[in-house]
Structures are given as structure tokens and as C-alpha cells.
Nanobody
Framework: QVQLVESGGGLVQAGGSLRLSCAASGRTFSGYVMGWFRQAPGKERQFAAAIRWSDGTTYYADSVKGRFTISRDNAKNTVYLQMNRLKPEDTAVYYC?????????????????WGQGTQVTVSS
């Protein structure tokens, strides 16, 4: 059974940084794609970044490109989202997701497993 547990959210001022972590368990994730999504109040869940575990191929939404970096630590079975130069519009609940696929996907409906989410609030 796949389990994803996010941590690292919090309150930060605009221009600041946060690093989110997603501890993954229950599988060998070498054949998986891991994604980060976010959902602001009253809005749909939105893709932020994804990484193919096997070779580290990454993909980013235009809204976060150049500011966010997704990475993984094989030894710790953990995926990270380093978020720099944060903006108030980055405020949302951030979710980690996983799917067993060979290609990076960006649609939430393509992901099979989800964490419980962690709140990120960016003040102006």
C-alpha cells in the first residue's frame, strides 16, 4: 500500500523560501512519477511540478518554473519541492501524488496515490 506523507508547509513572507518533503513508502518507486499539486480555496487542484523517479526527469508548470525545484532522494524515498521567491498567489494546500508510469504526466486525474496535503501561506 502506497503511503505519501507531506511536511514542511508553513507561513512565509513574500520573497521567502520553503522546502516541502514527501515521504513515500509501500513500494519501490523506481517505476513511478511523483508530482506536486496545489489547491487554493475555491479553485481546482493545479499541477506544479513532477519528477520521474528512475532518471530524475523533471517538468514544471509555467507559473513556478525558475522558482521551484523538484528533486528526490533515493536513499530516503523522499521527494522534495524547494520553493523560492514565493508570492502570495502561491498560497495553497500542496499535495504530493504518485503514479506508476514511464512518462511524466501533469493531470491530477492521472495520479493514483495522494498525500493528505500541507498548507503553504505566503503573506504580502
Amino acid at each position: 500500500q502506497v503511503q505519501l506523507v507531506e511536511s514542511g508547509g508553513g507561513l512565509v513572507q513574500a520573497g521567502g523560501s520553503l522546502r516541502l518533503s514527501c515521504a513515500a513508502s509501500g513500494r519501490t518507486f523506481s517505476g513511478y512519477v511523483m508530482g506536486w499539486f496545489r489547491q487554493a480555496p475555491g479553485k481546482e487542484r493545479q499541477f506544479a511540478a513532477a519528477i520521474r523517479w528512475s532518471d530524475g526527469t523533471t517538468y514544471y508548470a509555467d507559473s513556478v518554473k525558475g522558482r521551484f525545484t523538484i528533486s528526490r532522494d533515493n536513499a530516503k524515498n523522499t521527494v522534495y519541492l524547494q520553493m523560492n521567491r514565493l508570492k502570495p498567489e502561491d498560497t495553497a494546500v500542496y499535495y504530493c501524488a504518485a503514479v506508476r508510469r514511464g512518462t511524466v504526466v501533469v493531470s491530477a486525474q492521472d495520479y493514483a496515490y495522494w498525500g493528505q496535503g500541507t498548507q503553504v501561506t505566503v503573506s504580502s
